[in-house]
């Protein structure tokens, strides 16, 4: 997320974390607390119109409030091309469901849902398979973490931060 952008509030409810992709899509929602995310589904791309019918069904049938969407960024936190695509697609997604979507930095999200995959022992297939929907829980979970603590960094941003304190031997 660009630092400069001020991230809108989300009601409180259920929200869609998503993790987008030009064939498909990654999909997670957190409890009405907006506490802990959980893998949803995985969700394969169709014409705008499927598209239309399923996001619209998905909303009404889960009660969602909003749309937490990744960005992918550079390492530096800059902007992609593939950001412009995904911020395309969520200006869609605000118009046919009426909600606010806010965009959440996705660096290292695949990575860490395909290490939590096989932590928890499931083949390469198995993983590939479960792999975006997983991703979309770590990029709405990053973000509900950043809602409670909006000091500290979070998920992928931490990896890289030095550790703050040092043990005295």
Same mark, same amino acid.
């Given at each position: 997320m660009q630092p400069d952008v001020p991230t809108p509030a989300l009601p409180t409810g259920t929200l869609l974390g998503?993790?987008?992709?030009?064939?498909r899509v990654g999909l997670a929602l957190c409890d009405r607390?907006?506490?802990?995310a959980?893998?949803?589904? !995985?969700?394969?791309? &169709?014409s705008t119109s499927e598209e239309t019918v399923f996001y619209q069904n998905l909303v009404k049938q889960e009660r969602i409030v909003g749309i937490v969407l990744g960005l992918p960024v550079h390492m530096s936190g800059t902007e992609s091309a593939k950001s412009k695509?995904?911020?395309r697609y969520?200006?869609?997604l605000s118009k046919i469901t009426g909600l606010p979507v806010v965009y959440h930095d996705e660096r290292y999200?695949?990575?860490?849902?395909?290490?939590?995959?096989?932590?928890?022992? !499931?083949?390469?297939? &198995?993983?590939?398979?479960?792999?975006?929907?997983?991703a979309a829980q770590v990029i709405l979970q990053s973000f509900l973490d950043s809602?409670?603590?909006?000091?500290?960094?979070?998920?992928?941003?931490?990896?890289?931060?030095?550790?703050?304190?040092t043990i005295s031997e």
């Open positions: 998503i993790d987008y992709g030009s064939v607390g907006q506490t802990i959980a893998p949803f589904q !995985l969700f394969q791309r &169709q695509e995904v911020r969520g200006n869609w999200s695949s990575t860490l849902a395909w290490n939590a995959l096989q932590a928890g022992g !499931l083949k390469a297939s &198995q993983r590939k398979k479960q792999l975006d929907k997983v809602l409670r603590n909006p000091d500290v960094h979070h998920g992928v941003e931490s990896l890289d931060n030095e550790p703050t304190t």
